[in-house]
């Protein structure tokens, strides 16, 4: 299993930003798949989910501001963040799974950080 997270940066407040996973080495149309965020100093907190047939789940806090998305054509998940908050700063992974728990069953990749400031 490869996971590759991309399209993170440094985001003023009240931005947007479109997270992507490019994956490879197993089915990923049959996969859930999830997206979870590590924050300075914190613990790893899940965020959103996807399952195989497009249902979303999300965190209670993270309702609203977050969407997941998939492309099975493209082996790619996908997580779009608007009106983004200081706290949104983190390192945000994805791995398949509708948990952490089953998420750290695989080997993650190095993730894409996001920094929210002014």
């Known amino acids: 299993v490869q996971l590759v997270e991309s399209g993170g940066g440094l985001v003023q407040p009240g931005g947007s930003l479109r997270l992507s996973c490019a994956t490879s080495?197993?089915?990923?149309?049959?996969?859930?798949m999830s997206w979870a965020r590590q924050a300075p100093g914190k613990r790893l907190e899940w965020v959103s989910a996807?399952?195989?047939?497009?249902?979303?789940f999300y965190a209670d806090s993270m309702k609203g501001r977050f969407t997941i998305s998939r492309d099975n054509a493209k082996n790619t998940v996908y997580l779009e963040i608007n009106n983004l908050k200081p706290e949104d700063t983190a390192v945000y992974y994805c791995?398949?799974?509708?948990?952490?728990?089953?998420?750290?069953?695989?080997?993650w990749g190095e993730g894409t950080h996001v920094t929210v400031s002014s």
């Open positions: 791995a398949p799974g509708m948990t952490i728990a089953t998420m750290l069953r695989y080997s």
């Open positions: 080495g197993f089915t990923f149309s049959l996969s859930a």
């Open positions: 996807i399952d195989n047939d497009g249902s979303t």
